[in-house]
């Protein structure tokens, strides 16, 4: 009359879900990405990103202690400059802004955290692509890789633990790596974004960075429909090098983030991109969820699908809420 298997009995009161719980998520896993504008007088909160700012140098610092002090693993640069050109000349020069920055988190933070860089052109160039163009209009592959190591040498220059070559182009993370090794920065670590898709979720970062995109990046970036693809640039940058693998977006994508963390010998992350933030929070402006509540669970299912590391936008305060959890002083 009455079920021999009961699962319901590990349930039954918070300690023993605690004790049998499976996935774990704790600020040490958390990357925060953050945006520095240069000439920016004072922090201006992205419109499609409520709660996300465009820094300035100052508050730029002041966010990455408090961000530290939270417990995040990491902090994820992004520059947004002044004047842009076709090459992205700003990327490489140690004066942008982006560099800049770098230099000024490190100085604040030192070692306390891993200090990682954005390492693509997009947000420099005047046509928002993620490299330079040919006669055509397409993307020159092979003359991007040239500029990728250029910027690579000053974003290690400017004291980046990690560098994050996301434009998707064939051959970034050797071509960086074999700069980066002829210049004596063996110790610098390459966060390749093996699996970018060309992910409709992107749209409040472009506000974010002031892409000057027309167009898009379906040349480059991958086909969402597409899987087995995924996995053969998981394996082509895994034989290049790359120190970490990404998938980006993370929770549409999260049967990529499963693929590879089968394959991967090395820590595997996943980004929970601008798209992901903003819907949230939109339907939280609403009372349609509760922050914390929701935010926790996106967590936990981007961890569970196997990513050891999860670039959220909500590094900072999930880390708070965690420490909370746990009975740490989250001050």
Known sequence: MYPSVRPRRLRRNAALRRLVSETEVRPRHLVLPMFVREGADEPVEIPSMPGVMHHTRDSLRAAAVDAVRAGVGGLMLFGVPRERDASGSAAADPDGILNVALRDVASEVGDDTVIMADTCLD???????????????????????????????????????????????????????????????????????????????????????????????????????????????????????????????????TDLVRRTAEISEVPVAAYQVSGEYSMIEAAVERGWLDRRRTVLETLTSIRRAGADIVLTYWAARAARWLREESGEDAS
């Open 123 to 253: 947000e420099f160039t005047d046509h928002g692509h993620c490299g330079v163009l040919d006669e055509h209009g397409g993307v020159d592959n092979d003359r991007t890789l040239r500029l990728y190591g250029e910027m690579a040498l000053a974003q290690a220059e400017a004291g980046a633990h990690v560098l994050g070559p996301s434009g998707m182009m064939d051959g970034q993370i050797g071509a960086i790596r074999e700069t980066l090794d002829a210049a004596g920065f063996h110790d610098t670590s390459l966060l390749a974004y093996s699996a970018k898709y060309a992910s409709a979720f992107y749209g409040p970062f472009r506000d974010a960075v002031d892409s000057q995109l027309s167009g898009d990046r379906k040349t480059y970036q991958q086909d969402p429909a597409n899987g087995r693809e995924a996995v053969r640039e998981v394996e082509q940058d895994l034989a290049e090098g790359a120190d970490m693998v990404m998938v980006k977006p993370a929770m549409s994508y």
